[in-house]
């Protein structure tokens, strides 16, 4: 008779699943958006002094918070999905995930500082 | 004479051989209509007999004969000779322990089958004759309850192969949307929190191999999203 290890279910991955989908969503709406302006930008429609408008209106300031908050929270799930399905060793997979967190966190404040001019 | 067909057929007998190898095989073509199976067949009764090899209906309905034909998963008897490239190469089920020559070891498949409790669970009296089911009802099942447990699809979806010890699989989990689905099933609520796991369902990445290998045409890909849905469903 064979043993059967097991593990059962963690009750966990749906939240992870969500927020990638939910995330997903997001972006296909607001990534056009600044292509759109960049497209505008490399026309010749719209200049520096012009640009710099746009992006200092408060409107133009949520929807880039919203927009960096989305990649980064989408980007964060997908590659952790990456290193869960490659890197099979615990002792890699929770200290590369933990590092992905920190360095992704740090840019995401980064960019924040800059739309919002904290810096 | 006959025209011959050339195929290219895995040898391994773990123990014995150092290494996999292929030999290669010449049958003559016996009939119009001829399956994989039968130039198998013809190999072990004319040529060599030690060649190892599962099959039992011949006829797509035990699930046997799951082997990798040219690259894709499919059964050898309900897969026709013409319009596979030759030589054909015959090779086990892919990421499967080879116990001899095309034959595998299905225990940790079975086990998975298994972890989903493929059985009706309900609490409610017996009725006096059977559980009634509408037609409608019923019709739900169509495209779950016809799956073979050939293990084609599952052995073809890489998310399988890197997580197979964690990850339930396509098979197991159309037969877990299968009871999800069964409105005899009292057990919905513990089958999905059975399933709510970033391993045993979420590493579906919709590749869709599954689908494309199943020799019944059916589609586990949309009976995980529908997994997927319920729990969403059920949480917001």
């Keep these: 008779m064979r043993t059967v290890k097991e593990p059962g279910s963690a009750h966990g991955g749906l939240s992870d699943w969500y927020w990638q989908r939910l995330s997903a969503v997001v972006l296909a709406f607001l990534l056009p958006l600044s292509f759109l302006l960049m497209l505008m930008v490399f026309s010749g429609a719209v200049d520096q002094q012009g640009l710099l408008d746009i992006l200092d209106h408060v409107a133009s300031r949520v929807l880039h918070t919203l927009l960096i908050l989305a990649l980064m929270v989408h980007a964060y799930m997908g590659l952790k999905v990456i290193l869960e399905d490659y890197v099979h060793m615990l002792a890699w997979r929770i200290p590369l995930i933990a590092t992905m967190l920190v360095l992704m966190s740090g840019f995401g404040i980064w960019w924040l500082a800059l739309i919002w001019a904290w810096a | ?236």
């Design chain 2, 1 to 236: 004479m006959s025209k011959m067909i050339t195929l290219s057929v895995f040898r391994y007998e773990p123990g014995k051989d150092e290494k996999p190898s292929m030999q290669t095989f010449e049958v003559p073509m016996l009939k119009p209509g001829m399956k994989l199976l039968d130039a198998l067949n013809y190999i072990k009764w004319e040529i060599d007999g030690t060649l190892s090899y599962r099959r039992s209906c011949g006829e797509g309905v035990c699930g046997s004969d799951g082997l990798n034909i040219n690259g894709v998963n499919g059964l050898a008897c309900i897969t026709p000779i013409e319009g596979l490239k030759q030589p054909i190469h015959v090779r086990p089920l892919p990421s499967m322990q080879v116990i001899r020559d095309l034959v595998v070891d299905m225990d940790h498949f079975f086990d998975q089958y298994r972890q989903i409790k493929p059985w009706l669970q309900a609490e409610s009296p017996l009725p006096e004759h059977e559980r009634l089911q509408s037609p409608e009802d019923r019709e739900r099942l169509d495209g779950s309850y016809e799956c073979i447990l050939c293990g084609c699809c599952t052995t073809s979806c890489p998310s399988w192969w890197w997580n197979g010890d964690r990850f339930l699989g396509p098979a197991a989990l159309l037969q877990a949307n299968r009871w999800i689905v069964d409105s005899r099933d009292e057990a919905t609520g513990d089958r999905l929190d059975q399933v709510e796991d970033a391993f045993r369902l979420y590493r579906c990445h919709q590749i869709m191999n599954c689908m494309d290998a199943c020799p019944k045409d059916l589609n586990p890909t949309a009976a995980i999203g529908h997994i997927k849905r319920k729990l969403v469903s059920r949480k917001s």
